[in-house]
């Protein structure tokens, strides 16, 4: 089976596109998912994390206050490294698990964060989506009603806009809403099926 590695910067529409696949029956695995229920109440890894940044991270309830969490790590790099410590082997291995688990000529793996937690050995090919800073910018804002400074800061935390084109095997430019996005999906759709016909032949 092939493995296809999505990622992007924040705001570039990773999920968008990851639905688009979706939409064609193409199983997508989300790392982000995958890390938000690691940390659901009751789970080992939050038992982890309150270990080390304390009860305030935590709600009323017991469940994870992702805003103060966020706040902590986007205010200290060593904290931020503390805490994906904790996630990222746990996420790259239920990854390795759920892949096990699929049967498909290809999948789709979003992993955002896929250079900087060096999960490049998990995947075949590398789709980047891409857009403008300003777009990714005005994206955010809209969503998470996020500062332009916070938001900055978490693009300035994550490898470079060229870096990224760089490595990318296939490019999605999603700058604006005149690209046809779905019809770039489906070129790349119909890409990774004749990559993986030889696999499925033998």
Known sequence: MLKVGLTGGIGCGKSTVAEIFSGLNIPVLDADAIAHSLVEKGQPALSQIQQIFG????????????N??????????????????????????SLQVKLGQLSAPYCIISIPLLFETN?????DRVLVIDC?????????????KLTTERIHF????????????????D???????????????KKLHNLYLSLSAPARIN
Do not use: W
């Not at 990222?88 to 291995?93: E, M, V």
């Not at 403008?132 to 998470?144: A, C, F, G």
């Not at 604006?176 to 779905?182: F, N």
């Open 55 to 66: 009860v305030t991270i935590l709600n009323s309830d017991g469940s994870l206050n992702r």
């Open 68 to 93: 103060a969490l966020r706040d902590l790590v986007f205010s200290d790099s060593l904290q931020k490294q503390q805490l994906e410590s904790i996630l990222h082997p746990l996420i790259y291995a």
């Open 119 to 123: 999960m490049t050995d998990l995947i």
């Open 132 to 144: 403008s800073v300003e777009t990714q910018i005005e994206r955010v804002q809209s969503r998470d």
């Open 154 to 169: 978490i693009i300035n935390s994550q490898v470079s806009r060229a870096y990224r084109k760089s490595k990318a095997d």
């Open 171 to 185: 490019l999605i430019n999603n700058s604006s809403t005149g690209y046809r996005l779905a019809e770039q999906v």
